[in-house]
C-alpha cells in the first residue's frame, strides 16, 4: 500500500552535499531514501538523526558503476517501502582530475556510467511513479560543465552530458513532472584544496565568499515545491562566478 507521505530519493546522499539536501527535504516533511558506497557510518548516523524527527529514512547501499543493478536494487526497496516516489536527485558523483594525456577510457567509462548512466536509468525506472505524483526530478551538475578545466576534462565532459540529458528529460517528461539542474560553483572545498587556490577563486566570484551545502539544499526544496511552473532550467549556483 502506497503511503500518502511525499517521498523523496537522493543518490550520494550520506556525505557532503547530498546529506544537506537529504536532511532539508526530511526537515521538510518528506521520508527519505538515500545511497551511499563506502560511507557506512555517515548513513547510519544521518537515518539515526532524520528518525528522531519523526520522519522514515532508508539508506540503501549500491554501487553506481554497475547502474542497471543499482536501479533494480533501488526501484525494489521504494516500491517495498514506499509504494511512491515524489523527487529523484540525482546527486552522486564522482570528482576525479585528468588532463588529457593522462585520460584513460576506464575513467570517462566510470564518469560516463555514475553521471549520466545512472540518471537516465533512474528517471526510466521511476516514470511511472514520478508521473503519478506529479514529481520532480532535480539533477546535480557543475559550473564546470560549461566552463572546463583541463585538468579534470573527463568530468567535465560528462557532467556536461548530464545537462544536456536534464534538457531532454524535461520534455519527455513533462507535463506531469518537472526536470532541472543545478550548477554550482564552490559550496564544499576539497580537503586538501590548496589556501592560496580559495583566495584566488573568491577573487572572481561577486558575493566573496563560497557557497555551502546548504545553499544547494534550499535551491532543491525550492524547486519541488514552491517551483512547479520550473522546468528544462540548469540554475547557476555560484555566488556570480559565472558572469566574471
Known amino acids: 500500500m502506497a503511503k500518502t507521505q511525499p517521498v523523496a530519493l537522493i543518490t550520494g546522499g550520506a556525505i557532503r552535499v547530498g546529506r544537506a539536501i537529504t536532511w532539508r527535504l526530511a526537515s521538510a516533511g518528506y521520508d527519505v531514501a538515500f545511497t551511499y558506497m563506502h560511507s557506512r557510518k555517515e548513513a547510519t548516523s544521518l537515518q539515526k538523526k532524520i528518525s528522531r524527527i519523526g520522519r522514515t529514512a532508508l539508506a540503501i547501499q549500491v554501487d553506481f558503476n554497475a547502474p542497471q543493478q543499482a536501479a533494480q536494487t533501488l ?3 521504494i516500491r517495498q517501502h514506499f509504494g511512491r516516489l515524489d523527487v529523484l536527485v540525482n546527486n552522486a558523483s564522482i570528482y576525479k582530475p585528468a588532463r588529457l594525456s593522462e585520460t584513460r577510457v576506464e575513467l570517462v567509462e566510470q564518469l560516463m556510467r555514475v553521471h549520466v548512466q545512472t540518471p537516465l536509468l533512474l528517471c526510466q525506472t521511476f516514470e511511472k511513479l514520478l508521473r503519478k505524483s506529479h514529481g520532480h526530478v532535480v539533477n546535480m551538475i557543475d559550473l564546470l560543465a560549461e566552463r572546463p578545466w583541463p585538468q579534470f576534462l573527463a568530468y567535465c565532459a560528462s557532467k556536461a552530458a548530464l545537462g544536456n540529458l536534464t534538457l531532454g528529460l524535461a520534455r519527455e517528461l513533462a507535463p506531469q513532472v518537472t526536470v532541472n ?15 592560496q587556490e580559495r583566495e584566488k577563486y573568491l577573487q572572481r566570484v561577486p558575493l ?14 525550492f524547486l519541488v515545491t514552491g517551483g512547479s511552473y520550473i522546468t528544462g532550467q540548469i540554475i547557476r549556483l555560484d555566488g556570480g562566478r559565472s558572469i566574471t
Open 75 to 77: 526501484s525494489k526497496s
Open 181 to 195: 539542474g543545478i550548477a554550482p560553483g564552490v559550496v564544499q572545498w576539497p580537503d586538501d584544496y590548496p589556501q
Open 208 to 221: 566573496a565568499r563560497p557557497g555551502t551545502p546548504e545553499d544547494v539544499a534550499e535551491l532543491v526544496h
